[in-house]
């Protein structure tokens, strides 16, 4: 069912506001149930379940093209703080409310499996970061935007540091220095973006910026400034090292900052730019799009070559991600119909496939203690559901034909064809073929490879092991059908046809 986009309806509710509250109201009853781990994880759970309907229960209206509205705060007339369900705030807001409920689960059997201290610091701060979360998927103008793109930042500190280790503690600093500076810039830029139009920045499909009287120069260095604040977020070269680093976190935190929380949310951040603040008319004119892109082709390139060098998984995993969030960085800059539908899916679909990796790695620590990739020959006897989990979450990545990760990389190469550049095309097809090299030998080797001390079979906690199950489940049947569900397709086709006024 194709969605108004060409003159949505805007309706006044609550449910945005109660979306992002409810994981904060759940923080103090996770607190005061320090002693009691089992009620505390029944309000992490109940949080994330009635999360994630609030969420889902919205579907209707967008798929009806209405926008749910609430105002916050007007802190001067015209400037205030506010939430409004637009289509791309809400496929966001999808990937993280369902599998934010899906990793609660997981994170129990994790941090029960690992025994893992101060658990409650742990879920306090996850459900923190939820609430910011779906606060930036919501965010009606860049002000608000800016706001929950900050707490995001402060909330996830707790979790890269709390194994509280030497290596713990330097990647949460360098994920600091990364993180607060990129804060200011982006400030920066909202500041100079609200005084070039006199207060109004509502996100708007096609931008808004076009229509103040900025030169052509203060575009171009406003633009760079934007891409400095979320592409650090986002792993664009040479902003990308604190990501790797932050792999000394738990793996359900590692899950979090790849595929549901902080770098989908720098992936968001420029959608929004491109999209919905300069537009892709704008950025033709100043002709800025193909440093983006470009920065963007590099990454996926050097981030695939660099996943290929790593033996340990979750650094190989990490290195993965800061290519493939450049699947998605691509596409915008491109401007196309296709690539912004390409880009579209793949902020879904990375994240079912991404995190499948991640929920598999931790498994496979908790069971077997093993972190490199050179001690798990055999694997695949002992935890049969697992790495065939792991299997599907590679061949996606791969872009093999049958699992969701396919679908957007096609619309992707299908949008580098609209835009007659063939060679970021071909970069995407070597960087396919450089995932296949660095995936495929961990499952040969899993499978293919006996080593006696896999030979008896053995899961993790069923905890861990649904949850991957399910995404790899959910991962297949989006290949097969892309508009099962959610509408996923349609979502992504009507976001690009009102960003790009094309049809793809």
């Known amino acids: 069912m194709p969605i108004d986009v060409v003159s949505p309806t805007t309706i006044e509710s609550v449910r945005p506001l109660w979306a992002v509250l409810v994981s904060l109201i759940a923080i103090p009853l996770i607190v005061a149930s320090d002693r009691r781990p089992n009620l505390r994880e029944a309000f992490t759970l109940v949080a994330a379940a009635i999360k994630a309907v609030l969420v889902l229960s919205m579907l209707p209206w967008v798929l009806a093209g209405e926008q749910a509205v609430v105002q916050l705060w007007e802190i001067s007339p015209g400037i205030e703080l506010a939430l409004r369900v637009d289509t791309l705030g809400y496929v966001f807001a999808v990937v993280a409310s369902v599998l934010w409920f899906l990793t609660s689960f997981y994170s129990i059997g994790y941090v029960r499996g690992a025994g893992e201290k101060k658990q409650t610091r742990y879920f306090a701060s996850f459900a923190l970061c939820l609430s910011a979360t779906i606060g930036i998927c919501f965010s009606a103008n860049l002000l608000t935007f800016v706001v929950f793109f900050e707490i995001l930042t402060l909330a996830t500190y707790p979790l890269v540091i709390h194994k509280e280790t030497p290596a713990?503690?330097?990647?949460?600093?360098?994920?600091?220095?990364?993180?607060?500076?990129?804060?200011?810039?982006?400030?920066?830029?909202?500041?100079?973006?609200?005084?070039?139009?006199?207060?109004?920045?509502?996100?708007?499909?096609?931008?808004?910026?076009?229509?103040?009287?900025?030169?052509?120069?203060?575009?171009?260095?406003?633009?760079?400034?934007?891409?400095?604040?979320?592409?650090?977020?986002?792993?664009?070269?040479?902003?990308?090292?604190?990501?790797?680093?932050?792999?000394?976190?738990?793996?359900?935190?590692?899950?979090?900052?790849?595929?549901?929380?902080?770098?989908?949310?720098?992936?968001?951040?420029?959608?929004?730019?491109?999209?919905?603040?300069?537009?892709?008319?704008?950025?033709?004119?100043?002709?800025?799009?193909?440093?983006?892109?470009?920065?963007?082709?590099?990454?996926?390139?050097?981030?695939?070559?660099?996943?290929?060098?790593?033996?340990?998984?979750?650094?190989?995993?990490?290195?993965?991600?800061?290519?493939?969030?450049?699947?998605?960085?691509?596409?915008?800059?491109?401007?196309?119909?296709?690539?912004?539908?390409?880009?579209?899916?793949?902020?879904?679909?990375?994240?079912?496939?991404?995190?499948?990796?991640?929920?598999?790695?931790?498994?496979?620590?908790?069971?077997?203690?093993?972190?490199?990739?050179?001690?798990?020959?055999?694997?695949?006897?002992?935890?049969?559901?697992?790495?065939?989990?792991?299997?599907?979450?590679?061949?996606?990545?791969?872009?093999?034909?049958?699992?969701?990760?396919?679908?957007s990389k096609w619309y992707l190469a299908v949008g580098s064809m609209q835009a007659d550049q063939t060679i970021f095309m071909g970069l995407l097809l070597l960087s396919g073929v450089l995932n296949a090299a660095y995936f495929f030998p961990i499952v040969h080797v899993a499978f293919f490879r006996r080593n006696e001390e896999f030979d008896r079979f053995g899961e993790a906690s069923p905890l861990m092991v649904v949850p991957l199950a399910l995404t790899a489940i959910i991962s297949v049947v989006l290949g097969v059908a892309p508009n099962f569900g959610v509408h996923a397709w349609d979502l992504a086709r009507s976001i690009s046809a009102a960003v790009t006024g094309g049809t793809s």
């Open 168 to 407: 713990a503690i330097t990647a949460a600093r360098k994920y600091l220095s990364y993180t607060l500076p990129a804060g200011l810039a982006l400030l920066l830029a909202v500041a100079w973006s609200v005084s070039a139009t006199g207060g109004n920045t509502d996100f708007v499909p096609g931008g808004f910026l076009g229509a103040t009287d900025l030169s052509e120069t203060s575009l171009r260095w406003l633009f760079l400034l934007f891409v400095l604040a979320v592409g650090v977020k986002a792993g664009i070269m040479p902003l990308h090292s604190w990501l790797p680093a932050a792999m000394a976190a738990p793996t359900p935190v590692s899950a979090l900052l790849h595929a549901v929380a902080v770098v989908k949310a720098g992936v968001f951040g420029v959608l929004r730019v491109t999209g919905y603040v300069f537009g892709p008319e704008l950025l033709r004119e100043i002709d800025v799009w193909t440093v983006l892109a470009w920065a963007a082709a590099i990454t996926l390139t050097v981030g695939s070559l660099l996943a290929l060098r790593q033996d340990n998984l979750k650094r190989r995993l990490a290195y993965s991600t800061v290519a493939h969030l450049s699947y998605i960085v691509l596409g915008a800059a491109l401007l196309t119909s296709a690539s912004w539908s390409g880009a579209v899916m793949h902020l879904m679909f990375h994240a079912t496939m991404k995190i499948t990796l991640f929920f598999c790695a931790g498994a496979i620590y908790v069971r077997a203690h093993k972190e490199n990739i050179s001690d798990m020959h055999g694997i695949g006897r002992q935890m049969p559901i697992t790495m065939l989990a792991f299997a599907v979450g590679s061949l996606g990545l791969a872009g093999v034909p049958g699992v969701n990760g396919f679908v």
